[in-house]
């Protein structure tokens, strides 16, 4: 229960810092956000932008509270994998960055993300840990 506690935590710790980061300074992540969604063909003044990565900041907050705390952790989990990937596509795109440098950063940055996507899926799809232990 406790290394459940624990790894979930470990794993949470970057969504809850990352989007309370978010959702106080969204800067010039409302600025990706509003360029991606213009190839979406959804047009989004700098005030939408700024309030769609708030929003999406505070719902990382609250799902890696809760995925931390135990709670839904499945459901947490999935609206993690979400966000995430939405925003590894909109602000980690290596394969549109001509620098050599940049493209590496970005890649090794969706890299990581791709990682945290998996462990993601392992809490969504992994083994029910309590209904193990009853039997």
Known sequence: MAIGFLTRS????????GGADSAKQPGPRADMAQQF??????????????TLVKTNGALQVLGGVAMSLGIFPRLAALGLFGSLAA?????????????????QGQFFH?????????????????????ASKKK
């Open 87 to 103: 925003t590894t596509v909109a602000g980690h795109p290596f394969w549109e960055v001509n620098d050599e440098q940049e493209r």
């Open 10 to 17: 470990m794993l949470a710790s970057v969504f809850v810092v």
């Open 110 to 130: 969706f890299l990581k993300n791709l990682g945290l996507a998996g462990a993601l899926l392992a809490i969504a799809f992994g083994p029910n840990t309590k």
């Open 37 to 50: 969604m213009s190839k979406l063909n959804v047009n989004l003044d700098d005030e939408e932008s700024a």
